[in-house]
Nanobody
Framework: QVQLVESGGGLVQAGGSLRLSCAAS????????MGWYRQAPGKQRELVAV???????NYADSVKGRFTISRDNAKNAVWLQMNNLKPEDTAVYYC?????????????????WGQGTQVTVSS
């Protein structure tokens, strides 16, 4: 009953920029943390950046100073601005949200994922 849809991936040269978008929809009561993760071939999925509903952010050391996460609580949306991209940033990027669903009477809380969007950085 909750869907996350991402967009904005693509192919870019090293040093370039991309902006990823993610919108949550469905039976949403509230969203706490929203974040971006990535998974490169042969590697485990890793946290890239996370933002709380109050706007507090946290970044992986490898992207600090290059990536910026932001969100709009009213739109249930989160973005990831990626600057000065490097070949090692190549991965499938996933949007994640900690959602309380509007399913009375329990209103369950769950962890939801988008389908992923490919980011490829060429050297």
């Amino acid at each position: 009953q909750v869907q996350l849809v991402e967009s904005g991936g693509g192919l870019v040269q090293a040093g370039g920029s991309l902006r990823l978008s993610c919108a949550a929809s469905g039976r949403i009561f509230s969203i706490s943390d929203m974040g971006w993760y990535r998974q490169a071939p042969g590697k485990q999925r890793e946290l890239v950046a996370v933002i709380t509903s109050g706007g507090t952010t946290n970044y992986a050391d490898s992207v600090k100073g290059r990536f910026t996460i932001s969100r709009d609580n009213a739109k249930n949306a989160v973005w990831l601005q990626m600057n000065n991209l490097k070949p090692e940033d190549t991965a499938v990027y996933y949007c994640n949200a900690d959602v309380v669903a509007r399913i009375p009477p329990i209103n369950p809380r769950g962890d939801y994922w988008g389908q992923g969007t490919q980011v490829t950085v060429s050297s």
